[in-house]
C-alpha cells in the first residue's frame, strides 16, 4: 500500500514544492503574507515601485513565501512576476553572469523578443515602414540607442531574431554578428550600470505596451557572498541601481539565507537594505525558525492541504487508535501528538523544511511496518 492510500494524502509525503505549490500557504503566526501583499498592491496602485528583501535560515520558507506573493500580486494588481535563482558564482564572477541568467533563466527569449517585436510593430503600423520617427520614437521608448538600432531589424523579414536574443541577453557575439545588428560590443563587456539599465528597459517597455510592473523575484542571493572585491563592486553598482527608489520600471525582490543580522552578506547591506530603508524597514521582511508552540498549527495546515478529499479520514482514524495508546486527532493525523513532541525536541532548527522531512520519514518507516498510525516509534 502506498503512504499516500494509507494515511489519506494526495501524494506520498508532505514535503512542499516551493513555486509549485505556491497557492497555498501554511498558517504562521509570525508572517502575515495577506497584509504584505495588500501593502505591495497599495504601492503599486499609487505608483511606488516596490523593493523588498526577504531572509532567515535555510529552509525557512523565504522561497515559498516569494512564490506565494508573487502568485497572490498576480490576482490583485497588474503585474509580471518572474522568480530566478542567483546563478552558482565563482569569486571572480561578474554582474555580467548575474545578468545573463536574469535573460536566459527568468526572462526568456518568447517573452523578451516578443516584447520589443510588438513596439516594433507598433510604430511601423503607425508611421509606416520606412519612417524616421520609427527609429526616433524607439529610441525614445527604450532609452537605449543600441538596443532600438537592433531591434529596428526585426521589421526585416528574414532577420534571425535568436541574433537579436543572443546579444540582449548577454551571449559573447563575433564583430561581425555585431556589425550585422548594428551595435559596438557585446553586453557582456559593458559597465554593470548599463545591464542594469537593460534590465530596467524591458520594463519600462512592458509598462509602455501592457501596463504592467515587472517583478522579479531574485532567490538564493547569499551565493554572491564570497566574491572578490573588484567582482563584488559589479553588483554593487547594479544593485544600487536596481534598488532605488528613483528607478521606477522594475519592482526587485531578493532572498537569501541568514540565521541572524550578521550574516547578512556585506554586498546585500549597503547597496540593497539600506536603500529600503535599514534592517528595520517594512521592506526587510525577516523568515524565522517556527515557534515551537505554533508547530502543530502549521502541520494541521499542510495536512489540510495535502488531503485527500475522498479518504474517508474518520474511518482511518478508528483504525489507527486501535493499534496505539498515543493520543490522534483528525487535523494531526496520522500523527499522534506525542510523536510530534519528540519530533520537536529533536530538530536543532524548527525550519517547514527540516519539520517536513522528519515527518514525511516517520510515515515511509511506519508504512514499511503496515502501521496505520504515526507514534514516537517512528522518529528517529
Known amino acids: 500500500m502506498e503512504i499516500k492510500e494509507r494515511f489519506g494524502l494526495k501524494r506520498n509525503n508532505v514535503l512542499l514544492d516551493p513555486i509549485g505549490d505556491s497557492e497555498f500557504y501554511a498558517p504562521r503566526a509570525d508572517i502575515d503574507v495577506n497584509r504584505l501583499v495588500e501593502n505591495l498592491r497599495i504601492d503599486l496602485e499609487a505608483g511606488i515601485t516596490p523593493k523588498m528583501v526577504f531572509w532567515g535560515p535555510y529552509g525557512g520558507g523565504k ?22 535563482r542567483c546563478p552558482t558564482l565563482s569569486a571572480r564572477s561578474t554582474f555580467a ?4 541568467t536574469t535573460f536566459s533563466e527568468g526572462l526568456g527569449e518568447d517573452f523578451t523578443i516578443n516584447l520589443l517585436w510588438e513596439l516594433c510593430d507598433q510604430l511601423i503600423k503607425k508611421y509606416g515602414l520606412r519612417d524616421k520617427r520609427v527609429d526616433s520614437e524607439m529610441r525614445s521608448i527604450l532609452g537605449d540607442e543600441e538596443l532600438a538600432k537592433a531591434t529596428s531589424h526585426l521589421s526585416d523579414r528574414s532577420f534571425d531574431k535568436a541574433e537579436l536574443w543572443r546579444w540582449i541577453s548577454g551571449i559573447k557575439m563575433s564583430p561581425n554578428e555585431l556589425r550585422k545588428l548594428g551595435v559596438a560590443r557585446s553586453l557582456h563587456e559593458v559597465q554593470p550600470l548599463r545591464l542594469a539599465k537593460s534590465i530596467e528597459t524591458i520594463g519600462r517597455l512592458l509598462r509602455h505596451l501592457n501596463g504592467k510592473t515587472l517583478v522579479l523575484a531574485y532567490d538564493e542571493m547569499d551565493r554572491i557572498k564570497d566574491l572578490h572585491p573588484d567582482s563584488a563592486l559589479t553588483f554593487r553598482t547594479a544593485f544600487t541601481h536596481l534598488m532605488d527608489p528613483g528607478q521606477s520600471h522594475v519592482s526587485v525582490f531578493y532572498a537569501f539565507s541568514a540565521a541572524t543580522t550578521k550574516d547578512i552578506p556585506e554586498l546585500m547591506k549597503g547597496p ?28 494541521a495546515g499542510v495536512l489540510n492541504y ?4 475522498s479518504a474517508d479520514i474518520d474511518q482511518m482514524l478508528k483504525r489507527a487508535q486501535k493499534e496505539t495508546r498515543e493520543k490522534l486527532t483528525k487535523p494531526l493525523y496520522p500523527f499522534t501528538k506525542e510523536a510530534l513532541s519528540q519530533m ?7 525550519t517547514p523544511r527540516s519539520i517536513m522531512f522528519q515527518l514525511t520519514r516517520a510515515m515511509s518507516r511506519a508504512n514499511i511496518q503496515n502501521k ?3 507514534t514516537t516509534d517512528f522518529i528517529r
Open 63 to 84: 522561497t515559498h513565501t516569494l512564490g506565494k506573493v508573487q502568485r497572490s500580486l498576480e490576482k490583485l494588481a497588474p503585474v509580471h512576476c518572474i522568480y530566478i
Open 272 to 299: 540593497v537594505i539600506d536603500r529600503v530603508g535599514g534592517e528595520k524597514s517594512d521592506a526587510v521582511i525577516e523568515i524565522p525558525t517556527l515557534d515551537p508552540k505554533h508547530v502543530e498549527d502549521f502541520i
Open 372 to 374: 496505520n498510525a504515526v
Open 344 to 350: 520537536k525536541g529533536k530538530i536543532a532548527v524548527l
Open 97 to 100: 553572469e548575474f545578468y545573463e
Open 306 to 309: 495535502l488531503r485527500d478529499p
